[in-house]
């Protein structure tokens, strides 16, 4: 008997409790509506992002339904109003950095074939300045004019006849 | 029955492929030419005998011969016949047999040439071409097997097999499994084929490297022999990347073409070297020099061709293209090893016949900046081959997988593709042997003003981004430098055989199609650029979910959605869900109505979105159907790209394609014409 009184005494308050909790919930679905991520916020993020699955295809585009759910996943995490990089780190903490379009390590990546194209230049110079050099020993005597040069024979003759032409 | 029969005949192929490696070696060394000429008759019949085995497979795909697991794999009975013929190269062992047929149709084409002129040559093309096509035609001999079937072993076990099992029954599944819908596309019907032929025909220019080697004949006799047989392959190369390109805008899915996938990539690698390979050659042509160099550029082009195949083929990287895997990796990986180092090897122990005949003179002569080219040229080939294996080394040594996407090669290899550009405008304007800034500069101001001019007009009304800027300034300056070398020449034509304009221009690339095939090539890359700088800077999307009747905008375009239809079409075994949406321009009018699709394959379950194109020279509206409500139709999911100048990217490989036949087509009896007007090259005019 004891027990219900007591509830007849709390019965108000808890009605009152329930009714803000279920308003409140509205509200928030409601605000969650307004402020819902467009598609293109999501893509923008997603557009670098690559799932393990489908190898190749950039998570904007891939229709498969567990891409789908993953862009859902961005779209909610940025409702939550995490930014772009927080949202990509929480990729890569669960699936690891291949998710990313790019390795994580920049140097690593982009070092290799920058050594190599400059190391190729140099060659190429080193080579030119080999070919180069034993002519401008026997160029002392000056024949810096370009006319002492044999011409192509090619653009030659045609200059000869445009000149002709004129 | 027909499948035994089939396997039986790859397995004589093979051996006939081996004979004829035997006998040219031997044949040559022991100077025995009848043997010789039995090697040349053995190569000869691998076609035949590669033309029989496909036909029978052919015979089961179409038959729907489902006990055979290929068949199985790639066919089902809802697919019209075109596409069960196609099916062909619609899986891995089909794809292998079909790169071995076009190999053998290669090097039987070479093997009837006229031999007189270098017979010296013949065995070592025959035992070049026939190790690889044993290679090939082994793969599927004992890996790969297209006829091998299905058995049930007494375990309940379904497997293929080769030869029947002890105590098992044939396996019939009453349906295939179907192609993959992706490949079902126009596109992807004739894709393929180009890339192969690309692929195999760049054997040949190999073969003749390798006999030029061999036997000693290292001076430019090959280069001249397989000038057009290389010209053919990179047109078919080149073919088959634009089509991929096309194939991947139409079908995929993407508003894009070129996705700096590891698959592409391995067909774009040997297109580099070849395209250095292209150019360095001249150089030997007319100076020689550098014919070491241009023997190294032979056997990359080949190895990364085996390379590709190996990429595509083996599984190494998944990717949208790795429709299958299997165990060949291994048997690849030691191919190229061995005909790399064997390569190298010959290359070394000839390497004093390879020595320069004259000597650099200039670092602006016409090919000091062809040198240029092929150090740009490599290095995009460095960049793209470590963006393909740095995934695998990553994993390799630390463990760790990770992707290398578009912004990797995208942010390294575009300083090199716009130097490219400013070489393509400089090089026409250089002379062989000698050219200085003075000759360079007074050749060069005319059409930099031009470009200067162009450029301005479009900083004003087009964009103001300097990179685009840049690109725009580069493309024109090699347009305007191209046509500027053109109209000199047939100027002077003109002048000198009074012949009218038009006339000079057609006999001008007649007399001279390499040179001015390859301008027209050069100016069909400048509107390809245009298309790649407009769809890589410019590109801009949107997607929204609307309901009909309404709108979504983008870019001073308005698409309005009309309605959506769904409808089954149980012969062809897929369900259509198609949208009709109107574009309209920033002034209301009506451009037109767009069908953006998604189809879905019953057999593959697999779904397909095919995008609704508006397409013009300005920009292309592209619509893809994302999503929809079969039930209310209140939300349907559309994502737009506009895709500005893309169209000039088709036209211009429209031209390209114009360009390479002109620069490659047969002459008769090309080598006569080469010998007679060089004796009267000093008397003749200039514009021949």
Redesign the interface.
């Given at each position: 008997m004891l027990n219900r009184a007591k509830l007849r005494n709390y019965a108000l308050p808890l009605a009152l409790l329930a009714a803000l909790a279920v308003s409140l919930l509205f509200v928030m679905t409601a605000l969650a509506q307004d402020d819902m991520p467009?598609?293109?916020e999501v893509?923008k993020i997603a557009k670098?992002l690559?799932c393990?699955v489908?190898?190749?295809?950039?998570l904007d585009?891939c229709?498969t339904e567990a891409c789908r759910q993953w862009r859902e996943l961005i779209r909610q995490q940025l409702a939550e109003g995490k930014s772009e990089e927080e949202i990509k780190q929480y990729f890569v903490t669960y699936y690891?950095?291949?998710?990313?379009?790019?390795?994580?390590n920049r140097l690593?990546?982009?070092l290799?074939?920058?050594l190599?194209?400059l190391a190729?230049?140099f060659l190429?110079f080193r080579?030119?300045r080999m070919?180069?050099k034993?002519?401008a020993v026997e160029s002392a005597v000056p024949t810096e004019d370009?006319e002492a040069?044999?011409?192509?024979?090619?653009?030659?003759?045609?200059?000869?006849?445009?000149k002709?032409?004129k | 029955m027909i499948a035994d029969f089939g396997y039986g005949v790859l397995v004589v192929a093979f051996l006939t492929a081996l004979y004829s490696v035997y006998a040219a070696v031997y044949g040559e060394l022991k100077k025995n030419p009848p043997l010789v000429e039995s090697a040349r008759r053995a190569m000869l019949l691998t076609w035949p005998l590669l033309t029989l085995a496909a036909g029978m497979l052919i015979y089961l795909l179409v038959n729907d011969h489902y006990e055979v697991q290929f068949v199985y794999e790639v066919t089902s009975r809802s697919m019209p016949l075109y596409l069960k013929v196609t099916a062909w190269w619609g899986g891995q062992a089909g794809s292998l047999l079909f790169w071995s047929w076009l190999m053998a149709a290669f090097t039987s084409l070479v093997t009837l040439r006229k031999w007189d002129r270098d017979r010296e040559f013949l065995p070592w093309v025959i035992a070049v071409g026939g190790v690889t096509m044993a290679f090939f035609i082994g793969m599927n001999v004992f890996f790969e097997n297209p006829f091998a079937k299905l058995y049930q072993t007494f375990n309940g076990n379904i497997a293929a097999y080769t030869i029947q099992p002890a105590n098992s029954i044939l396996f019939t599944p009453s349906d295939g499994r179907g192609l993959n819908p992706l490949l079902r596309h126009p596109g992807m019907i004739i894709h393929p084929p180009m890339l192969y032929l690309g692929f195999v025909s760049f054997v040949i220019p190999y073969a003749f490297a390798m006999a030029a080697l061999i036997t000693g004949r290292t001076d430019d006799r090959w280069i001249r022999i397989t000038r057009r047989w290389t010209l053919w392959a990179w047109l078919f190369l080149s073919a088959g990347l634009v089509l991929g390109g096309r194939w991947a805008y139409d079908v995929?899915?993407?508003?894009g073409y070129w996705?700096w996938?590891?698959?592409e990539i391995a067909a774009f690698m040997p297109w580099l070297t070849g395209t250095a390979f292209l150019h360095s050659v001249m150089i030997q042509e007319k100076r020689g020099l550098f014919k070491y160099w241009n023997m190294l550029l032979i056997v990359l082009t080949y190895d990364l061709v085996i390379f590709g195949t190996f990429l595509t083929r083996s599984g190494v990287?998944?990717?949208?293209h790795s429709f299958a895997q299997s165990a060949i990796g291994p048997a690849f990986f030691a191919f190229i090893g061995i005909t790399l180092i064997t390569s190298a090897g010959l290359i070394l122990y000839r390497w004093d016949m390879l020595k320069s005949e004259t000597?650099?003179?200039?670092?602006l002569s016409?090919e000091?900046l062809f040198?240029?080219n092929n150090?740009l040229f490599?290095?995009i080939l460095?960049?793209c081959f470590?963006?393909v294996i740095?995934?695998l080394i990553?994993e390799l040594f630390t463990g760790?997988?990770?992707?290398?996407?578009?912004?990797?090669y995208e942010r390294?290899t575009s300083p090199?593709f716009a130097a490219l550009l400013l070489l393509m405008g400089i090089a026409p304007l250089s002379?062989?042997?000698?050219?200085?800034l003075?000759?360079l500069g007074r050749a060069i101001w005319k059409p930099a003003v031009g470009a200067g001019i162009i450029t301005a007009i479009l900083a004003f009304t087009y964009t103001q981004n300097v990179i685009a800027l840049v690109g725009f300034f580069l493309i024109a300056l090699v347009i305007l430098v191209t046509l500027y070398e053109y109209g000199?020449?047939a100027?002077?034509?003109q002048?000198?055989q009074g012949e009218n304009i038009f006339l000079a221009f057609w006999n001008l690339t007649g007399r001279n199609r390499r040179r001015y095939g390859g301008y027209i090539i050069h100016i069909s890359m400048m509107l390809m650029a245009i298309g790649i700088l407009g769809i890589e800077l410019f590109q801009v999307?949107?997607?929204?979910?609307i309901a009909i009747g309404d709108s979504l905008e983008l870019s001073g375009y308005t698409i309005k959605y009309k309605e959506v239809a769904s409808w089954d079409n149980p012969g062809a075994g897929v369900n259509y869900t198609r949208a009709v949406v109107e574009v309209y321009d920033a002034n209301g009018n009506l451009l037109g109505n767009l069908h953006p699709r998604k189809d879905f394959y019953f057999d593959t379950q697999q779904?397909m979105?095919i995008p609704g194109q508006l397409a013009s020279l300005k920009d292309e509206v592209y619509v893809l159907l994302i999503d929809w409500e079969p039930i209310n139709q209140e939300s349907t999911?559309f994502?737009i790209f506009v895709n500005p100048l893309v169209n000039w990217l088709w036209l211009g490989s429209l031209l390209f394609f114009v360009g390479v036949l002109i620069a490659a087509w047969p002459e008769r009896d090309a080598e006569r014409v080469t010998v007679r007007t060089g004796k009267r090259?000093h008397q003749a005019?200039?514009?021949d």
């Open positions: 467009t598609d293109d893509n670098d690559y393990p489908c190898e190749s295809t950039p585009v229709p690891g950095a291949r998710v990313l379009s790019e390795p994580p690593a990546s982009y290799v074939p920058a190599a194209f190729g230049a190429l080579g030119f070919w180069l034993p002519l370009a040069f044999p011409q192509d024979e090619y653009i030659r003759r045609m200059e000869e006849e445009l002709k032409r | 995929l899915g993407w508003g996705g996938d590891p698959v990287l998944s990717s949208v000597k650099m003179t200039s670092m016409r000091a040198l240029f150090l490599m290095g460095v960049i470590w963006g740095y995934p990553s760790q997988k990770v992707t290398v996407g578009p912004p990797f390294a090199l002379a062989w042997g000698h050219s200085t003075k000759t000199r020449g100027l002077a034509r002048r000198s999307e949107t997607q929204g979910t779904p979105t999911t994502k090259a005019s200039a514009a």
